[in-house]
């Protein structure tokens, strides 16, 4: 089955930090671009970080942007989001994505192509 799996999840306090991986099975994840997302409780679920397939262009939304880091090994078949000076706000599921079709530029993100998700991992930063 084409899958993808979240993993590193977890309780922080404000400032500390987590980083989540992203591990496909059943293909090879490195011909994709890759889509990190979020959904916090009463809120629309948003685009917080992408990478491209070659990893030469990566964006971030701009709540995140200089606390989170995006990366890649595509031999791994893996992407991994590394949080740091994590805020209260950054509360939230999770959810690593790609597509066949799936668009990531670090001018632009366009967000409609991601139809393959893992399941979603919870990160909860509280005092």
């Known amino acids: 089955q084409v899958q993808l799996v979240e993993s590193g999840g977890g309780s922080v306090q404000p400032g500390g930090s987590l980083t989540l991986s992203c591990t496909s099975s059943?293909?090879?994840?490195?011909?994709?671009?890759v889509g990190w997302f979020r959904q916090a409780p009463g809120k629309e679920r948003e685009g917080v970080s992408c990478?491209?397939?070659?990893?030469?262009?990566?964006y971030y939304t701009d709540s995140v942007k200089g606390r989170f880091t995006i990366s890649r090994d595509n031999a791994r078949n893996t992407a991994t989001l590394q949080m740091s000076s994590l805020k209260l706000e950054d509360t939230a599921v999770y959810f690593c994505?790609?597509?066949?079709?799936?668009?990531?530029?670090?001018?632009?993100?366009?967000?409609?192509?991601?139809?393959?998700w893992g399941r979603g991992i919870q990160v909860t930063v509280s005092s």
């Open positions: 059943g293909f090879n994840l490195h011909y994709y671009a």
């Open positions: 994505a790609t597509g066949i079709s799936a668009h990531c530029g670090s001018d632009h993100w366009i967000t409609h192509n991601y139809d393959v």
């Open positions: 990478v491209s397939s070659s990893a030469s262009d990566t």
